[in-house]
T-cell receptor, first 110, second 116 residues
């Protein structure tokens, strides 16, 4: 069965303290791994798509990487405005639906 | 702003009632997806339409139905509502339906449904 597991569930950082969020997945025929940011009560905001192992993408203080079994979202020198829930999702070979993990709630304190 | 619009933002109704949620996709996007987000279940895929046709079904209850109209907007109909249907309902859109590239899904702001 397709499964996406994110860890940790919650992460508290001090401003400037770099860290990584993990997304482990089990899916037959991966056709994309997606990272989203979600603020409370808002819709998920698209961040990155990764398609193959070894691929990396960067945006400001965020960098996403992909292996055959997991993806990491690295946050370098985070700021309080980076506080949000980060969601990982995978898409299978067939169809367009996304299978989401439960998310990591990130809190960055000044 | 993702370009996906959803109305209404909030909906409060009673058990047994029926409601309709509306979604307008980004300009040029042909696929529309509906997701439900609750505290205990996370984001769950409900249904997908592509250019007016149903393409995929997820964990959508028989009491729920959807359609996509010729102008590509979509409606999600929820009937015989139960307390457990209270959740955030999101619509997302993408250019295509499968394959690599150009299929990132962009989410709307959601409709918060409260069933009393």
């Amino acid at each position: 069965e397709d499964q996406v597991t994110q860890s940790p569930e919650a992460l508290r950082l001090q401003e400037g303290e770099s860290s990584s969020l993990n997304c482990s997945y089990t899916v037959s025929g991966l056709r994309g791994l997606f990272w989203y940011r979600q603020d409370p009560g808002k819709g998920p905001e698209f961040l990155f798509t990764l398609y193959s192992a070894g691929e990396e993408k960067e945006k400001e203080r965020l960098k996403a990487t992909l292996t055959k079994k997991e993806s990491f979202l690295h946050i370098t020198a985070p700021k309080p405005e980076d506080s949000a829930t980060y969601l990982c999702a995978v898409r299978r070979n067939q169809g367009g639906k996304l299978i989401f993990g439960q998310g990591t709630e990130l809190s960055v304190k000044p | 702003d993702s370009g996906v619009t959803q109305t209404p933002k909030h909906l409060i109704t009673a058990t047994g009632q029926r409601v309709t949620l509306r979604c307008s996709p980004r300009s040029g996007d042909l696929s529309v997806y509906w997701y439900q987000q609750s505290l205990d279940q996370g984001l769950q895929f409900l249904i997908q339409y592509y250019n007016g046709e149903e393409r995929a079904k997820g964990n959508i209850l028989e009491r729920f139905s959807a359609q996509q109209f010729p102008d590509l907007h979509s409606e999600l109909n929820l009937s015989s509502l139960e307390l457990g249907d209270s959740a955030l309902y999101f619509c997302a859109s993408s250019v295509g339906t499968s394959g690599t590239g150009g299929n990132e899904q962009f989410f709307g702001p959601g409709t918060r449904l409260t069933v009393l």
